[in-house]
């Protein structure tokens, strides 16, 4: 009878340190066609919810998403009109944290999807009027914020990261940036 008991706690004792290591492991999500795989990072304040037909994953939860973020006229706009784009350029310890792409990279810009609500909570109206002059510097500032949700895709065969603007959760630090972004399609 003893020797069931030990084999039963045995076996129990293997079962609970294999699950503890998978629980340390990364989830991998493959996209479509092979392209790419999205890795999930153990610890990661999101989970996994749906991939569509084209490869563009959804995560929830909630989380605090550190880094500075960019606003000014897109760097692409030739033309004399201005078209304000924001971007989010997380930390270095949230970005390891995010899914990402396994052959295209982690995430070094986040787009929010209401970027007009973000500008509305952070932005004062003094800046927003300077920043519809053609040529302004962007606005800019360190920042933490309360993020709903992640997406990840792949646009111009490049890695895209989004998410949600819930509130600010340490208010920016003002910077004044160059008219310039360091990416491309």
Known sequence: MMGLRAAFLSAAIVLFLQS????DAPSQF???RGIDTIVVPSGSPVR???????????????FV????????DNEYSDGPDVYLTLYFVPDPDIAARLPYFK?????????????DTFVNAVVSRQTLARLQKKGAPR??????IWADGFEAR????????????VSIYKPARALVAANKQDFDC
């Open 20 to 23: 503890s290591a998978t629980a």
């Open 30 to 32: 493959p996209l479509p």
């Open 48 to 62: 996994f919810a749906s991939m569509d037909e084209h490869g563009r994953a959804s995560f929830k939860g909630r």
């Open 65 to 72: 998403l550190s880094g500075t973020y960019y606003y000014g």
């Open 103 to 115: 052959i295209r990279g982690r995430p070094s810009v986040i787009f929010l999807n209401n970027s």
């Open 139 to 144: 606005a800019a500032g360190k920042i933490a």
């Open 154 to 165: 792949i646009e111009c065969d490049a890695a895209e990261f989004r998410s949600r603007f």
